[in-house]
T-cell receptor, first 114, second 113 residues
């Protein structure tokens, strides 16, 4: 089966510009996660979806970050406006649901804000 | 809140030797899962091994095994017969049911030929 697909793999933007990342989870996976990974650190959760519902967005900076998963399949994460400190890797992961705890990750998007 | 600590920022080992990566965690729960993920330069997190807290037997996957000490809240990863392809960042992670994965800071493993 195809893995978690993310695009783009790399993105360079100027500060104050908007940017969007896309994630297509593994088919049949109800749970979708967006993680932020700063250089040399472990990933930290931004938002978790169960189908189309955001069930944990407590760590999402809502003044500039937004996410959607309208049909409970693919998802988009947006930053507007981007700041220098947003430079990081954005990882998407998915899992089958509550009874299956293994999460599969995409290759991530490396964002550089200049 | 649950926390995961990896006290070794970097480790190195000679090819074909054995290395152990350390991980401790903090939780008040009794039912949870622990994982070791590998992240090569390609950035994709790859699951190495998982352990259910209710299982006393330590998980093993080929050359990878864990030493799970529930009372001590310790979860170390042993890599036997290290290979050049094992070089990567290794992350220990904790999870309760459908909740989020909580990651440690990672350990960079270098394999010396």
């Amino acid at each position: 089966e195809a893995g978690v697909v993310q695009s783009p793999r790399y993105k360079i933007i100027e500060k104050k510009q908007p940017v969007a990342f896309w994630c297509n989870p593994i088919s049949g996976h109800n749970t979708l996660y967006w993680y932020l990974q700063n250089l040399g650190q472990g990933p930290e959760l931004l938002i978790r979806y169960e189908n189309e519902e955001a069930v944990d967005d407590s760590q999402l900076p809502k003044d500039r970050f937004s996410a959607e998963r309208l049909k409970g399949v693919d998802s988009t994460l947006k930053i507007q406006p981007a700041e220098l400190g947003d430079s990081a890797v954005y990882l998407c992961a998915s899992s089958r649901g509550q009874l299956n705890t293994e999460a599969f990750f995409g290759q991530g998007t490396r964002l550089t804000v200049v | 809140a649950q926390t995961v600590t990896q006290s070794q920022p970097e480790m190195s080992v000679q090819e074909a030797e054995t290395v152990t990566l350390s991980c401790t965690y903090d939780t008040s729960e009794s039912d949870y899962y622990l994982f070791w993920y590998k992240q090569p330069p390609s950035r994709q997190m790859i699951l190495v091994i998982r352990q259910e807290a209710y299982k006393q037997q330590n998980a093993t996957e080929n050359r990878f095994s864990v030493n799970f000490q529930k009372a001590a809240k310790s979860f170390s990863l042993k890599i036997s017969d290290s290979q050049l392809g094992d070089a990567a960042m290794y992350f220990c992670a904790y999870k309760e049911g459908a909740q989020k994965l909580v990651f440690g800071q990672g350990t960079r493993l270098t394999i010396n030929p």
